[in-house]
């Protein structure tokens, strides 16, 4: 992920009108055999350290993106931002509650420093149109959302273990907490806070070849359906919101997708269609499904033309747009074209907590 955007600061001059530029002025991991790379490819960047500790100690440093595994996201979003250090942090935000309560009250010591989530699947042209539309009140009723994050790779039981399916970096849980945040990010944003869950929680492949030529157990959930009820804040009223993470959903390679069913309007969005918008409006008479080409209309305009096509590159390019912008004019640009706020990790946490109460209880848990 660390490349993901550093390969982006490199074509900035892609973003059209912006007044923020981001420079790579260094890099920490544990694992120098990936500094080569960075050396290779920016110039600019004058530090090279397997010690986050360096990092926080250079004043020429503002901001720093932080995607590590699960089980350091405490310690060290903690430690960047009582460095004063803005903050990109990764999700799940913490590898379970009590990790992110303690990152949230870090945070309320700290007000200064900007903090967010990373997220960057609505900032699709097709999500970001399902978000105008939410932010304009269109659905009329809602008849019931369904929001999810889909991968198939570890449908391959060769497939070796790593830090992901190990419960002690990744969390208990599992594929919630790698990929729930996503699934998420769109509901919550809208206020639709989820007030129960019944979790249905599954374990596919239970042991992974080691990579040392044995056999290590899988202890991590590889799939999540959490049914839930959620409160619409307009209306007061409930709906159903069926939230999926997947690993292991044969033939989905990272299927991202929103559905949200109104009586007025409907739509639906799915990367396996990057630009395919799939759209109902009804006022009585025939029930007509459109489809819409969205193209490049991005939040961000870009030098691309409107008519041509988006990638997963290009919606990360996008979100980190969103995180400068609000850091530099204190606001996002539009409501949903921003990134994850803490308080909304805060949200994923107390789902996913109570996901797994309704898994060990088999019953529906309140939040
Ligand atoms: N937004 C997204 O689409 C997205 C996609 C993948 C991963 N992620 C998130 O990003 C984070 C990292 O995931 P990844 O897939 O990049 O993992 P990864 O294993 O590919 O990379 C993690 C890096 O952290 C380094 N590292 C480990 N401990 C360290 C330490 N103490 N100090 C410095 N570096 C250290 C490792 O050497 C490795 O290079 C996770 O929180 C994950 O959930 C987000």
Request: contains cysteine.
């Given at each position: 992920?660390?490349?993901?955007?550093?390969?982006?600061?490199?074509?900035?001059?892609?973003?059209l009108d912006?007044d923020?530029?981001p420079?790579?002025?260094?890099?920490?991991?544990t694992?120098?055999?990936?500094?080569?790379w960075?050396?290779?490819?920016?110039?600019?960047?004058?530090?090279?350290?397997?010690?986050?500790?360096?990092?926080?100690?250079?004043?020429?440093?503002?901001a720093?993106?932080?995607?590590?595994?699960?089980?350091?996201?405490?310690?060290?979003?903690?430690?960047?931002?009582?460095?004063?250090k803005?903050?990109?942090?990764?999700?799940?935000?913490?590898?379970?509650?009590?990790?992110?309560?303690?990152?949230?009250?870090?945070?309320?010591?700290?007000?200064n420093?900007?903090?967010?989530?990373?997220?960057?699947?609505?900032?699709?042209?097709?999500?970001?149109?399902?978000?105008?539309m939410?932010?304009?009140?269109?659905?009329?009723?809602?008849i019931?959302?369904?929001?999810?994050?889909?991968?198939s790779?570890d449908?391959d039981?060769n497939?070796?273990?790593?830090?992901?399916?190990?419960?002690?970096?990744?969390?208990?849980?599992?594929?919630?907490?790698?990929?729930?945040?996503?699934?998420?990010?769109i509901?919550f944003k809208?206020?639709w806070?989820?007030?129960?869950v019944?979790a249905?929680?599954?374990?596919?492949?239970?042991?992974?070849?080691?990579?040392k030529?044995?056999?290590a157990?899988?202890k991590?959930w590889?799939?999540?359906?959490?049914c839930?009820?959620?409160?619409?804040?307009?209306?007061?009223?409930?709906?159903?919101m069926?939230?999926?993470?997947h690993r292991?959903d044969?033939?989905?390679?990272?299927t991202?997708?929103?559905?949200?069913?109104?009586?007025?309007?409907?739509?639906?969005?799915?990367?396996?269609?990057?630009?395919?918008?799939?759209?109902?409006?009804?006022?009585g008479?025939?029930?007509i499904?459109?489809?819409?080409?969205?193209?490049?209309?991005t939040?961000?305009?870009t030098?691309?033309?409107?008519?041509?096509e988006?990638a997963?590159s290009?919606?990360?390019?996008?979100?980190w747009?969103?995180?400068l912008?609000?850091?530099?004019?204190?606001?996002?640009?539009?409501?949903?074209?921003a990134?994850?706020?803490?308080?909304?990790?805060?949200?994923?946490?107390?789902?996913?907590?109570?996901?797994l109460a309704s898994?060990?209880e088999?019953?529906?848990?309140?939040?």
């Open positions: 992920m660390g490349r993901e955007f550093a390969s982006l600061t490199a074509r900035w001059c892609h973003l912006v923020f530029q420079r790579i002025a260094a890099i920490c991991d694992n120098e055999s990936l500094f080569g960075y050396k290779n490819h920016f110039p600019s960047i004058e530090q090279f350290t397997t010690n986050y500790r360096d990092l926080l100690a250079n004043p020429r440093i503002e720093i993106y932080c995607a590590i595994p699960h089980h350091l996201h405490q310690q060290v979003y903690c430690d960047i931002v009582r460095a004063g803005h903050l990109m942090g990764e999700k799940p935000f913490g590898i379970d509650k009590p990790a992110n309560d303690a990152i949230l009250s870090c945070l309320k010591e700290h007000p420093v900007f903090v967010r989530c990373s997220s960057e699947f609505p900032f699709y042209p097709a999500a970001q149109k399902i978000c105008d939410i932010e304009n009140k269109a659905f009329g009723k809602i019931e959302v369904n929001s999810g994050y889909l991968h790779s449908l039981p497939k070796p273990i790593n830090w992901k399916r190990m419960v002690e970096f990744n969390g208990e849980y599992g594929c919630m907490g790698d990929l729930g945040m996503h699934a998420c990010h509901p809208a206020g806070k989820p007030v129960n019944r249905l929680l599954a374990k596919i492949i239970t042991e992974r070849p080691d990579g030529g044995g056999q157990a899988c991590t590889d799939n999540a359906t959490l839930c009820e959620a409160r619409d804040p307009d209306r007061g009223e409930l709906f159903p069926i939230l999926k993470t292991i044969p033939g989905q390679k990272n991202w997708y929103i559905e949200i069913k109104g009586t007025k309007v409907s739509m639906r969005f799915s990367t396996k269609l990057p630009k395919t918008l799939f759209w109902m409006d009804y006022q008479g025939e029930q499904w459109q489809q819409i080409d969205m193209g490049n209309d939040a961000f305009k030098i691309t033309g409107g008519i041509f988006i997963f290009d919606v990360i390019f996008q979100m747009a969103a995180f912008y609000e850091y530099v004019h204190g606001k996002p640009l539009k409501r949903f074209a990134c994850v706020t803490p308080q909304e990790t805060a949200w994923t946490h107390e789902l996913f907590t109570a996901a898994q060990r088999t019953k529906t848990v309140e939040i």
